[in-house]
């Protein structure tokens, strides 16, 4: 699959061009070129910013001109803060990523156009995209920084290559509880607090009881978390200490 | 509605404080508490980076300890790039902010907490926490820059608020053309092509006219547009200069 590349069209500062770089490695991806770069490139302060990102990717291509930087490109995605008169297709960086991943999944090279910090993308850079991408932000305070909009735009791009599922309980190593012990343990601290005339009456316990399960089932705990729990209620009333950590 | 506040705890550059505070307000976050920051607090290094972010969020709060931090928080979700033994929910950055939404519109007060730069939070920190949060990255170049995992975090939560539908295309002031507008233009580019012998067999000619117009009308032209390409047309054919624009 052709991974999208990023094209920034004269960046100003070379720390932008390194923090770019290691924004789009985070996300997966590893292809950056530069059109008229202000500052020389390559430069030590964006190498300082990528943070070795460099090592890990192709090296970075520079061009003159936005044509030439687009010469194999067939969809091309630019990104805009402002409103534009243009008469193209808009879409939030969310459902831009969408479509570029669909497209490169059936073999298309895509690039992600982003402007210089001082002024963007001008209107003959823009007149070369397919698509506008549009970040919506905070109306009043929308100024994002250069290496920041890159981060954003691949991040909604990495979540088609890293996503991981949620996990209700991250159990990892840890063995749930099974019914049988959770039943032991509220058993026991049922005899316990009887014990110690937690109950006001007789008529109480068992809603109380059903109360005191509610609370700690959703703990959902693990085989070792009722043993933690035995643990204290030994200490609390004084049996033995906790030696079940 | 209650927005989350973000939780530092002990961050140790002050301009990744003053970052944090820009990538907050880009996406509508204000409430920004520091635990035991390294470098004093404010700083001017962190107001050269926040871009003028300060003066439009209500005071940072400084705190001793997370627990004070978190007085009068009811549900605390903590990022973490490593994995943790610990059994919490983990969940994506996304539907992190997707369960954040919803108990913020039922008037809980949350807090979203990032570790310093360099250890993250510790396992002390994270027990406060109920739900872990993973912003899945590139495995092997996953180091976010602490404002860059405040700035992905929080545009997953400025999705509930700031979020703007796709536009298939961006008319703006613009007229699109009208069927009669384009029927005219299809029409009088066949009278030229046929006049300049583009059709090499009449038989041919529906068939091309329909690819024709098949080309051309994945342009959703504007009325403007229409006019263009009549000036186009006129001009090739030497009929007289573009004087449509």
């Known amino acids: 699959m052709n991974k999208p590349v990023i094209i920034l069209v004269k960046p100003q500062l070379a720390e932008n061009i390194g923090a770019t770089a290691r924004a789009m490695l985070n996300c997966g991806l590893a292809d950056l070129r530069l059109v008229a770069p202000k500052q020389e490139f390559p430069h030590e302060r964006a190498n300082a910013m990528s943070v070795g990102a460099f090592d890990k990717?192709?090296?970075?291509?520079?061009?003159?001109?936005?044509?030439?930087?687009?010469?194999?490109?067939?969809?091309?995605y630019a990104t805009t803060a402002r409103k534009r008169d243009m008469v193209k297709p808009v879409?939030?960086?969310?459902?831009?990523m969408d479509d570029l991943f669909k497209r490169a999944q059936s073999g298309e090279k895509t690039a992600i156009l982003f402007g210089?910090?001082?002024?963007?993308?001008?209107?003959?850079?823009?007149?070369?995209?397919?698509i506008l991408i549009t970040i919506p932000l905070n109306p009043e305070f929308s100024s994002?920084?250069?290496a920041?909009?890159?981060l954003l735009v691949s991040y909604e791009w990495s979540k088609h290559t890293f996503d991981a599922p949620d996990e209700d309980i991250n159990y990892k190593d840890s063995i749930p509880a099974s019914g049988e012990k959770t039943a032991e343990l509220y058993s026991r601290l049922e005899s316990e607090l009887a014990a110690h005339?937690?109950?006001?009456?007789?008529?109480?316990?068992?809603?109380?009881?059903?109360?005191?399960?509610?609370?700690?089932?959703?703990?959902?705990?693990?085989?070792?978390?009722?043993?933690?729990?035995?643990?204290?209620i030994s200490c609390l009333t004084g049996k033995k200490g906790n030696t079940s950590q």
Chains 1, 2 share one sequence.
């Open 91 to 96: 879409m939030h960086a969310s459902s831009a």
């Open 197 to 232: 005339k937690f109950f006001r009456t007789p008529e109480m316990r068992p809603t109380m009881m059903n109360n005191i399960r509610s609370m700690f089932s959703r703990m959902q705990m693990t085989e070792q978390e009722t043993k933690t729990f035995h643990g204290i």
């Open 144 to 146: 994002l920084n250069l």
């Open 116 to 130: 210089g910090e001082r002024a963007g993308l001008d209107n003959k850079d823009i007149s070369f995209a397919d």
């Open 57 to 76: 990717m192709p090296p970075v291509e520079v061009f003159d001109s936005l044509e030439g930087a687009c010469h194999d490109i067939t969809t091309v």
């Open 148 to 150: 920041q909009a890159v």
